[in-house]
């Protein structure tokens, strides 16, 4: 079974652009999450998605959004891109139900210059 | 809220040495508890995880964790460190009433291996 699939792995921006970053779950995890991983704050829980809906969210700005498509695919978009927003994103796909562990993909590498 | 505090950000042993890491955690309800490794440039990897039943969870590589309710602790262990296990190494934890699968990660603990 493939694993989760984040594209692109790397991407080098400018202050001030937007970026959308994506992620393909493993097949039949219906729920989707996303992480900021960064030197100083370590891993951040930025939002959760279930059968297209978000239903948690962390302590971010609004800038930073995500979605869910019917097919369990999900996207994040950060808008006018801070140099603080340079990390590791990471997309991680679950199976329904409690303490079904998370399946992380490689991650994107977000850097703002 | 729940929270997770890793003991030592880096951690050094010899190759065939025991290799304990820590992780305490608090939750305000009885928690789920993950061990996940990261390989420099990848993404994180399941270790082992607690959710009900036996305390002591066997994972993958020969690593296995305790989970010891009264001492609010998660430690994870091998009997035998490998070259190849040096990584940086993330405790995490999840409440079990929440009806999400959203973890809380500790700060993580780089395990270094010398010959």
């Known amino acids: 079974k493939a694993g989760v699939t984040q594209t692109p792995r790397y991407l080098i921006k400018t202050r001030g652009q937007q970026v959308t970053l994506s992620c393909s779950p493993i097949?039949?995890?219906?729920?989707v999450s996303w992480y900021q991983q960064t030197p100083g704050q370590g891993l951040q829980f930025l939002f959760e998605?279930?059968?297209?809906?978000?239903?948690n969210k962390g302590n971010f700005p609004g800038r930073f959004s995500g979605r869910q498509f019917s097919n369990s695919r999900s996207e994040m978009n950060v808008s006018t891109l801070e140099l603080g927003d340079s990390a590791l994103y990471l997309c991680?796909?679950?199976?329904?139900?409690?303490?079904?562990?998370?399946?992380f993909g490689n991650g994107t590498r977000l850097t703002v210059t | 809220a729940q929270s997770v505090t890793q003991l030592g950000s880096h951690v050094s042993v010899s190759e065939g040495a025991l290799v304990l890491l820590r992780c305490n955690y608090s939750?305000?309800?009885?928690?789920?508890l993950f061990w996940y490794v990261q390989y420099p440039n990848q993404g994180l990897q399941l270790l082992l995880k607690?959710?009900?039943?036996?305390?002591l969870v066997k994972g993958i590589n020969g690593f296995e964790a305790e989970f010891k309710k009264s001492e609010t602790s998660f430690h994870l262990t091998k009997p035998s460190a490998h070259m190849s296990d040096a990584a940086e190494y993330f405790c995490?934890?999840?409440?079990?009433?929440?009806?999400?699968?959203?973890?809380?990660f500790g700060k993580g603990t780089m395990l270094l291996v010398s010959p």
């Open positions: 991680a796909s679950s199976q329904p139900g409690q303490g079904s562990p998370l399946h």
């Open positions: 097949s039949g995890h219906r729920s």
């Open positions: 998605y279930f059968s297209e809906t978000q239903r």
């Open positions: 939750s305000s309800v009885p928690p789920y």
């Open positions: 607690y959710t009900t039943g036996a305390t």
């Open positions: 995490a934890v999840s409440e079990s009433d929440s009806g999400y699968s959203t973890l809380t």
